[in-house]
């Protein structure tokens, strides 16, 4: 059984850094893809990141482009979001979600397994 398990959301000012980890329980995963999701109030849930765990390649979507980071720590099956330069608009519930084989890494249906959600706060 894979279980998902972020952790180190919380409340920042704008301008802000904040660090979010997803721990993976379960199978190894050298072919997957994790990635991180968010969800706005009252809006869809949307792509953030990811990160191919073999090899360490990376996507970002724009909104976030060179101010969120995804890092992966193999030996502790761990993977980061470093998010800095936080603004309002990135209030969110940050999920982590694995895949196999992703081809539309966008689409929430490539993923098969998610964590529970940390809640981003981030005051004007």
């Known amino acids: 059984q894979v279980q998902l398990v972020e952790s180190g959301g919380g409340l920042v000012q704008a301008g802000g850094s904040l660090r979010l980890s997803c721990v993976v329980s379960?199978?190894?995963?050298?072919?997957?893809?994790m990635g991180w999701f968010r969800r706005a109030p009252g809006k869809e849930r949307e792509f953030v990141g990811l990160i191919r765990w073999s090899g360490g390649s990376t996507n970002y979507a724009e909104s976030v482009k060179g101010r969120f980071t995804i890092t992966r720590d193999a030996a502790k099956n761990t993977m980061y979001l470093q998010m800095n330069s936080l603004k309002p608009e990135d209030t969110a519930v940050y999920y982590c979600?694995?895949?196999?084989?992703?081809?539309?890494?966008?689409?929430?249906?490539?993923?098969?397994?998610w964590g529970q959600g940390t809640q981003v706060t981030v005051s004007s």
């Open positions: 379960g199978r190894t995963f050298n072919r997957y893809t």
């Open positions: 979600a694995r895949g196999v084989d992703v081809r539309d890494y966008v689409r929430e249906t490539e993923y098969d397994y």
